[in-house]
């Protein structure tokens, strides 16, 4: 028995989208709006975010889509910020933090599509989104927590990826973080 397809409608967007990134403090009451994030974490990781967003931004063209899969976006920063930019966005992660109500909150506030995946090794949750859903699949700051074959993983994202889409992948790196 095959699983039922998914349709993720266009959403529209408001006009109102930011033409740059908010410094930190204005991130940060974004997110407390709608209740507790994980902000020690995000003081140290914010200027990354920012920047795979600028890196992304200056080598992307108006045809590049704006359907948008952020695979492991646990509290929703990266999520967030793409969505501040007038992307459609989908968040990926285990429905443990889905069910959290901050998590709820902030994805409803910014029409961030919660989407659960108990396994990333077997996602079979994904089957039901139709081919080609995403122009742009973030796996920030997941990479490095894979401890399983990813081929089907790999497989699924491939499906999921529309033509031309992107895919942008970063981690962490320890000694940068700690200036070394």
Same mark, same amino acid.
């Given at each position: 028995m095959g699983a039922q *397809?998914?349709?993720?409608? !266009?959403r529209p967007r408001p006009q109102n989208?930011?033409?740059t990134m908010p410094p930190l403090s204005e991130f940060l009451g974004v997110l407390r709006s709608s209740g507790h994030t994980a902000e020690d974490y995000l003081a140290v990781h914010y200027p990354r975010f920012v920047g795979t967003f600028e890196e992304f931004r200056s080598t992307s063209t108006p045809a590049s889509g704006r359907r948008v899969l952020d695979v492991g976006a646990h509290w929703l920063h990266q999520s967030v910020l793409f969505a501040m930019q007038g992307f #459609?966005?989908?968040a990926l992660d285990l429905p443990s933090t889905f069910a959290l109500a901050d998590v709820k909150a902030l994805a409803e506030a910014h029409r961030i599509?919660?989407? *659960?995946? !108990? #396994?990333? *090794?077997?996602?079979t949750q994904l089957d039901a989104l139709p081919d080609g859903s995403f122009d742009v699949i973030l796996f920030t700051e997941i990479i490095e927590h894979i401890t399983f074959n990813p081929v089907g993983m790999w497989r699924q994202f491939h499906r999921l990826a529309a033509p031309g889409a992107r895919i942008?992948?970063?981690?962490?790196n320890f000694y940068a973080l700690r200036e070394c």
């Amino acid at each position: 028995m095959g699983a039922q *397809e998914i349709t993720l409608p !266009a959403r529209p967007r408001p006009q109102n989208k930011i033409s740059t990134m908010p410094p930190l403090s204005e991130f940060l009451g974004v997110l407390r709006s709608s209740g507790h994030t994980a902000e020690d974490y995000l003081a140290v990781h914010y200027p990354r975010f920012v920047g795979t967003f600028e890196e992304f931004r200056s080598t992307s063209t108006p045809a590049s889509g704006r359907r948008v899969l952020d695979v492991g976006a646990h509290w929703l920063h990266q999520s967030v910020l793409f969505a501040m930019q007038g992307f #459609d966005v989908a968040a990926l992660d285990l429905p443990s933090t889905f069910a959290l109500a901050d998590v709820k909150a902030l994805a409803e506030a910014h029409r961030i599509r919660l989407l *659960e995946c !108990a #396994d990333l *090794e077997k996602p079979t949750q994904l089957d039901a989104l139709p081919d080609g859903s995403f122009d742009v699949i973030l796996f920030t700051e997941i990479i490095e927590h894979i401890t399983f074959n990813p081929v089907g993983m790999w497989r699924q994202f491939h499906r999921l990826a529309a033509p031309g889409a992107r895919i942008i992948v970063t981690t962490p790196n320890f000694y940068a973080l700690r200036e070394c």
